[in-house]
């Protein structure tokens, strides 16, 4: 029995079967979940698939899932989208100072 610990690797894990939102992109930058056989939920990025993941009871992804389906975490993409509009802006105005 494999002992699981967040921050391991991936391939560690052995043979458990990864899946993502059908809302991923094509790009291959989506979060990828996995049901491990003591009843923990695994998290990857799918950019990097050997990498580290992070586990998660099934309650904390229950709480995680009804907080995203009622809007808790929208503001985060909002402030992403506000900071590098701002980032832009100030990278033009040091362009043109020099």
């Given at each position: 029995?494999v002992?699981?610990?967040?921050?391991?690797?991936?391939t560690?894990?052995?043979?458990?079967?990864?899946?993502?939102?059908?809302?991923?992109?094509?790009?291959?930058?989506?979060?990828?979940?996995?049901?491990?056989?003591?009843?923990?939920?695994?998290?990857?990025?799918?950019?990097?698939?050997?990498?580290?993941?992070?586990?998660?009871?099934?309650?904390?992804?229950?709480?995680?899932?009804?907080?995203?389906?009622?809007?808790?975490?929208?503001h985060?993409?909002?402030?992403?989208?506000?900071?590098?509009?701002?980032?832009?802006?100030?990278?033009?105005?040091?362009?043109?100072?020099?």
């Amino acid at each position: 029995m494999v002992i699981t610990y967040n921050g391991m690797l991936a391939t560690e894990l052995g043979e458990v079967r990864w899946l993502k939102s059908w809302h991923s992109n094509p790009n291959g930058e989506c979060v990828e979940l996995a049901v491990l056989p003591n009843g923990e939920i695994a998290m990857r990025n799918s950019r990097f698939p050997a990498g580290p993941v992070l586990l998660y009871t099934q309650g904390e992804i229950t709480a995680f899932l009804a907080g995203a389906k009622d809007g808790a975490f929208d503001h985060l993409l909002r402030e992403t989208i506000r900071l590098l509009a701002s980032n832009l802006a100030l990278g033009r105005r040091a362009a043109t100072r020099w």
